[in-house]
């Protein structure tokens, strides 16, 4: 389940092989796409289109842990025609997208997380974490969050720069051992909401790692949203959707001054303004002998800018000049930060090898 700019509401639907929308609560949802086989975690990318996963499913999610074969597809938000935005990932269950475009994909009956780029690669198994599900990233874009289900109740950590890093973050009170997380979202504080299946509960994770749940009664809860806008699912308001199919507001996890940013907006949007489209290339290098050598650029709308690039570690560049970067053997990306218009853009260059 996940909400829109315009307070719109859309959620996958397997008895219906579906992806729903519902414009305002009471409303008659509407079927955005049909015919997705195991419809499962969703996403919103930078013109607003939903990302779906497909292949959510025990029987799919166990024969992909030995022959991956779940796919992302993109689609309007108002219908239409279904994209294959990639292909062979475990289960699709859960999904996270990054500022740079990746999305991470979790499967709850598996062993990792897998990484889709930009352009579509995958990596399987990326991060090693057992029964990832609701996922979610920081504000820094430093840290990816795991609700972990088929084991003892915690959530984990994963460092963005450094999957191998791998650690525990959050764990419940014993007598919630078997709770089940499930779905997870972040807010405005990078406080973590998350929603605890066989419990029936939403949990709160604050910064300094305490888990209070601050909804109750929640059927089988299994994914968690934000609303945004001032219409419809509205901001502040958080959403909670169980395996019943009954979706219910959780009044006493509003948060009006801390709610996550809201989506894309997509091309068509209500103002005159429209969004700079920031885009920093290449996308991706290839590493010989533990070196990459690449010329950055970044673009805005389409023009060239001469910018200060500042890269993990501390060391800077510009834009237009030939640059060298000494790699680990483990590392996947090279994370970039500038700055365009007042505001810092974090970028990754993804690593060939």
């Known amino acids: 389940m996940i909400v829109d700019h315009r307070g719109r509401l859309f959620y996958t639907d397997q008895d219906r092989q579906a992806l729903r929308r519902l414009d305002a609560p009471g409303a008659q949802p509407v079927d955005v796409a049909t015919g997705i086989a195991s419809p499962g975690g969703l996403a919103i990318d930078d013109r607003g289109r939903i990302i779906v996963g497909q292949g959510n ?53 598996g ?85 605890a299946n066989a419990a029936g509960e939403l949990w709160r994770v604050d910064t300094d790692r305490s888990v209070c749940a601050v909804g109750t009664g929640l059927r089988n809860a299994s994914a968690v ?35 996550a940013p809201p989506p894309p907006a997509g091309p068509a949007t209500t103002t005159t303004a429209t969004r700079p489209r920031v885009v920093l290339t290449p996308a991706r290098v290839r590493v010989r002998g533990g070196r990459a050598t690449f010329t ?9 800018l001469t910018r200060r690039l500042r890269l993990a570690g501390g060391r800077t560049a510009r834009t237009g000049r030939p640059l060298t970067v000494v790699v680990g053997a483990r590392t996947r990306s090279i994370p970039v930060r500038f700055t365009v218009r007042g505001v810092v853009r974090r970028r990754a260059i993804a690593l060939v090898r």
Request: hydrophobic share 40%.
């Open 296 to 304: 950055p650029r970044v673009t805005l709308d389409g023009r060239p």
């Open 111 to 195: 062993f990792g997380i897998d990484r889709v780029s930009p352009d579509g690669r995958v990596q399987i198994r990326w991060a090693q974490v057992f029964s990832p599900n609701g996922l979610a990233i920081d504000r820094t874009g430093r840290w990816l969050y795991a609700a972990q289900t088929f084991q003892p109740a915690q959530i984990s950590r994963v460092d963005l720069q450094d999957p191998s890093r791998v650690e525990v973050y959050a764990v419940p009170s014993p007598d919630a051992i078997a709770a089940g997380p499930d779905g997870m979202t972040i807010d405005g504080r990078d406080r973590l909401l998350v929603t």
């Open 57 to 109: 499913g025990i029987a799919p999610a166990a024969i992909g842990n030995v022959a991956p074969a779940a796919r992302l597809l993109r689609v309007s938000p108002e219908g239409g025609p279904v994209e294959v935005l990639a292909e062979g990932l475990q289960m699709a269950n859960g999904l996270a997208r990054a500022a740079d475009g990746t999305i991470f994909a979790s499967s709850d009956v």
């Open 225 to 259: 949203a934000f609303g945004h806008s001032d219409r419809g699912f509205s901001r502040g308001r958080v959403f909670v959707v169980g395996f019943d199919g009954t979706i219910s507001e959780v009044p006493g996890a509003r948060v009006p001054d801390a709610d």
